[in-house]
């Protein structure tokens, strides 16, 4: 009876070349398939930015113009999964803003002005004054600063008005609020209500989330001159008043949600700017 033979050494070689060649070619076939994927995607990903953009100018008719200087990058939400965020940098007042829906808001709480100790008072002197929290000029530089009501308006009660905001922009109104929050799910009837309303728009709206706002969590100045706990609560002024008292938004490190309620103009909150 003959025996099975075995394998020499210079076969198994050749057996284990002849796999890896094997090998190497369905890798790089993997890989071009990849790239294709990835070019596709891309592709899709452009279409869906020259669609927003067309969306944008058709609901606004604005264009969105940037100077020498400024820089683009590019839209939120393609169909790869990957994050892009449409903000445009002005490099005059060192502001960015993020297309949202049918609006261009800026992406950082303003900090404009002479910082003033938290248990002083501003008043109407032709020069804007600011709260920083904790006295400390660095938080300002952070995380924005901190105005009561009359101070960011610059004094003007009428919605809407440019208040300490860069020209060309203005404090947004309670209802420009309400679109933004919308544009993020909510929807009319909650929007319309006060205290906590919606459902995750609190956490697309804060630092990390989904909008491009990155709303930190600053704190706010009380009435009496003393600062919230840092990290845990974000207060925001609109324009529009409510009786004796300003409409703001409110967001807290432990709400998905956000909370719309008027509150007193002394409190020193943070504030966002909105493109006209």
């Not at 683009?72 to 940098?89: D, R």
């Amino acid at each position: 009876m003959m025996q099975a033979r075995g394998f020499t050494i210079v076969e198994l070689l050749i057996v284990i070349v002849v796999i890896a060649i094997l090998a190497a070619i369905t890798i790089v076939a993997y890989n071009g398939i990849q790239d294709r994927a990835r070019s596709a995607a891309l592709r899709s990903d452009l279409t869906q930015i020259d669609k927003q953009l067309k969306l944008f100018q058709s609901a606004t008719n604005k264009c969105l113009k940037v100077s020498s200087g400024n820089t683009v990058s590019s839209y939120s939400s393609p169909s790869s999964g990957n994050s892009y965020n449409l903000t445009v940098t002005n490099t005059e007042s060192n502001l960015s803003y993020v297309l949202t829906s049918s609006q261009i808001w800026a992406t950082k709480n303003l900090n404009v002005g002479t910082m003033i100790a938290g248990t002083a008072t501003p008043s109407n002197n032709g020069t804007i004054e600011k709260y920083c929290y904790g006295d400390s000029e660095a938080n300002c530089d952070t995380y924005g600063a901190l105005y009561t009501w009359d101070e960011a308006m610059q004094y003007s009660t009428a919605a809407g008005a440019q208040g300490i905001c860069p020209a060309g922009s203005h404090i947004p109104t309670d209802e420009e609020w309400k679109t933004l929050e919308m544009s993020l799910g909510m929807t009319r009837s909650q929007a319309d209500t006060t205290g906590w309303r919606g459902t995750d728009q609190g956490t697309q709206l804060k630092s990390g989330g989904t909008s491009g706002m990155n709303i930190p969590l600053a704190g706010y100045r009380s009435t009496a001159g003393s600062f919230s706990p840092f990290s845990a609560y974000a207060y925001v002024w609109s324009s529009s008043e409510s009786g004796g008292s300003a409409w703001y938004r409110y967001l807290n490190s432990g709400f998905a949600t956000v909370n719309r309620y008027a509150g007193d103009k002394a409190y020193g909150f943070s504030v966002r700017c909105l493109e006209n």
